[in-house]
Every structure is written in structure tokens, then in C-alpha cells.
């Protein structure tokens, strides 16, 4: 390899993952195992903190059988877990269809990385939604094969969540989602609020109260620069320490051990054991280094980081003939070319190309 040449040994890399498959993995050795798909760019809610509020926006879908066989290729390269992302997936025709054949699927290593062939454990499916349309599609999401979901939900009262979602008596809907999902065993419901100040930043004890009373897990995220507009301000972010003084003050927090090294959430419980609070905390925090993620949005692009500046065109290269092997060969180079972190709030950022609702969640 060409030390002095980075152009010469990237392309090296790549063709060394090609020639040598196995685990799907980057140039700094991180195993990909996650996997994020948008099934659409729509949504009816318009955040204050994602979307611009504008009527007559263009969106961009897939078939699902097209969706479908690009994860195959990933499982096939390792993918263990798939999350369902949008815009709001719910919205999208064919969901709970396209959970079945999903939940057909086998990992195609075992632990020891060894090949599973016919042997091996079923894909762990999540699902990120806005929890709208949840109620009357838990059940079955849950029969399907679904195995958790992620409810977005910015406050606990119906006021402030009306203000954020710019969608009147919404919060009651939202929350008979999350209700009935927990209660079809899909819980524990994880509820996801984006904190962002002078929004809801005073919401932070209500949550607390909200995961002990319900049984829930509460996750702060802080506010990230992919909103559509580009209003983003390093002072409208609640950090993390901000966060955890807020919540000591609450009551005693304790620190619980994390489930994987990959794993974005801080997590909390309280002195008595009651309730788990979350915290991701991306611009305070960084947590770049253990990353197990990548992207397929709506259009079928790969992004192999929330923040980068382009996309890899996966489904252009499976509508210009590719076969299962040139599919994974083309995936098996871009991911070789993942990022090593992302620069939020360092001198020269840049946003992303895309907004978050066009990303996938």
C-alpha cells in the first residue's frame, strides 16, 4: 500500500473487501451491522425543527419489492439489524407487507462470524414513526414480525406538541399510539424528544414523570444541524450536562451500563429504579467512533453518515442490470469510504446535502 497516496490506498482497501468478503466493514475496522431505510420522504407532521412548514414539496419512493431486495443484499453482507425510517413510514403502502418478508430473513453470519447459511438468527426490525397512524397499525406491525418501535414525540402536553408538529390535537393521537404499541408488545416503547430551546427545553421533568408513570423509554437527542431550512444554532442546542443537572435536580440519576460499544444513547435510570431516560448526544458527545450505521434513503442512495456531503446511487446501479454480487461489491467500496466522524460546531462544517425528512431518520 502507498502510504503517502491516500487516493491509492482507498482503492486498495476496496478492492481488498471485495477480494476478501466477509463482515461487512469500513477502513477504520468498524463492523457494520445496522442498517436504516426510508420507505418514503413524506410526512404529516411539519417539525419546527425538520421541515419548513411549505405545502407542494416533491417526494420520492420505491417499490417495496425494490427496497426489499437491496436489504437482502445487505444481510447478506452482514446487516443483523434493519429500522424502518422515513419521512413517516407509516404513511407508505405496503408496510406491515414489507415487515413479513423482512422478518423471513436470516443474518448471514454467526457470533463467531462464521457463515450461518440456513442457520442463522432472524433480522431485529424496528421501526421509527411519528406515532400518528400508530394505534390502528401496532397490532399488525406486531403479528408481521416487527419487534420494537420508536415513537417521536417532542412533548407532554398537547399545547407545546401541537406548536412543534404544526398539527392541531395532535399529541392525543400520538399518544394512544404509543399506549397501544406498548400494550401489543412492542415495548418497551421508546419515545424520542428533540430538545430544542425556547421549543420545549422545559419539558425535560414531564418526560422524566412520563417514563416512570408509563413504563417507557424516554431518549433526549440533541437538536442536530439537518433541518430544512437551516436555522440550526450552536445556542439553541440542550446539551447533554445541561440535561443530566436538570434531571439530578428531579431526582438521583444513575448511570446503567450500555448494551453494545455501537450503542448512541446514554443511559439513565433513577435512585428507585423507576423509569430509563436515554440521552444521544451527537453535537455535545460524539459517539463516532464505535458507529455500526448506514443509510438507504427513500430514493435509494446510500449515506454512510448522517452528515455527509453525497450519496451512492445503490438503485441505480441494481435498475442498470446489477447482479446480487455487483450489488454487494458496489456497497462493500462505498462503505470502505465511510467517514471517521462527523465535524458539527468544528470551523468549516458543513451541513449535509440532504435535510433530515429526505435523509431517513
Known amino acids: 500500500m502507498m502510504i503517502g497516496d491516500g487516493n491509492t490506498a482507498i482503492l486498495e482497501l476496496e478492492e481488498q473487501a471485495i477480494q476478501f468478503p466477509g463482515r461487512l466493514r469500513d477502513k477504520f475496522g468498524r463492523s457494520i451491522t445496522d442498517l436504516r431505510v426510508s420507505v418514503t420522504d413524506r410526512c404529516n407532521y411539519k417539525c419546527v425543527y425538520c421541515r419548513t412548514g411549505n405545502e407542494g ?122 399506549r397501544k404499541a406498548q400494550s401489543v408488545g412492542l415495548g418497551p416503547v421508546k419515545v424520542n424528544c428533540v430538545l430544542l430551546r425556547g421549543f420545549n427545553d422545559g419539558q425535560i421533568e414531564q418526560f422524566a414523570e412520563f417514563s416512570r408513570r408509563e413504563g417507557l423509554i424516554v431518549r433526549f437527542i440533541e437538536w442536530m444541524p439537518l433541518e430544512e431550512d437551516r436555522s440550526w444554532k450552536r445556542e439553541s442546542v440542550v446539551s447533554m450536562d445541561e440535561i443530566v ?25 433513577f435512585d428507585d429504579g423507576l423509569g430509563e431516560i436515554g440521552i444521544i448526544a451527537p453535537v455535545s458527545r460524539p459517539f463516532c467512533g464505535h458507529c455500526s450505521r448506514v443509510r438507504l434513503t427513500s430514493d435509494g442512495k446510500i449515506r454512510t453518515c448522517l452528515f455527509s456531503q453525497s450519496d451512492h446511487d445503490l438503485y441505480g446501479e441494481m435498475v442498470r442490470g446489477g447482479t446480487d454480487e455487483e450489488l454487494a461489491a458496489y456497497i462493500r467500496r462505498i462503505v470502505m469510504r465511510k467517514e471517521a466522524r462527523h465535524h458539527i460546531g468544528e470551523p468549516g462544517f458543513e451541513k449535509p446535502s440532504r435535510s433530515m425528512v429526505h435523509i431517513g431518520g
Open 245 to 269: 443537572e436538570r434531571l439530578n435536580a428531579f431526582r438521583p440519576l444513575v448511570e446503567l451500563t450500555p448494551h453494545a460499544a455501537s450503542e448512541t444513547a446514554k443511559r439513565f435510570t
Open 57 to 178: 414539496a416533491q417526494f420520492t419512493e420505491l417499490s417495496i419489492e425494490d427496497y426489499l431486495r437491496m436489504v437482502r443484499v445487505f444481510v447478506s453482507l452482514g446487516v443483523e439489524k434493519i429500522r424502518l425510517t422515513g419521512g413517516e413510514p407509516l404513511l407508505r403502502s405496503g408496510l406491515v407487507e414489507m415487515v413479513r418478508e423482512l422478518a423471513e430473513m436470516r443474518t448471514a453470519f454467526l457470533p463467531d462470524g462464521s457463515l450461518a447459511g440456513d442457520l442463522g438468527n432472524p433480522l431485529d426490525i424496528a421501526l421509527t414513526t411519528n406515532g400518528h397512524l400508530l394505534e390502528g397499525l401496532a397490532q399488525p406491525l406486531k403479528d408481521a414480525g416487527l419487534n420494537r418501535v420508536t415513537v417521536s414525540m417532542d412533548a407532554v402536553d398537547a399545547e407545546t406538541f401541537s406548536a412543534i408538529t404544526r398539527v392541531p390535537r395532535s399529541y392525543e393521537k400520538v399518544l394512544a399510539g404509543v
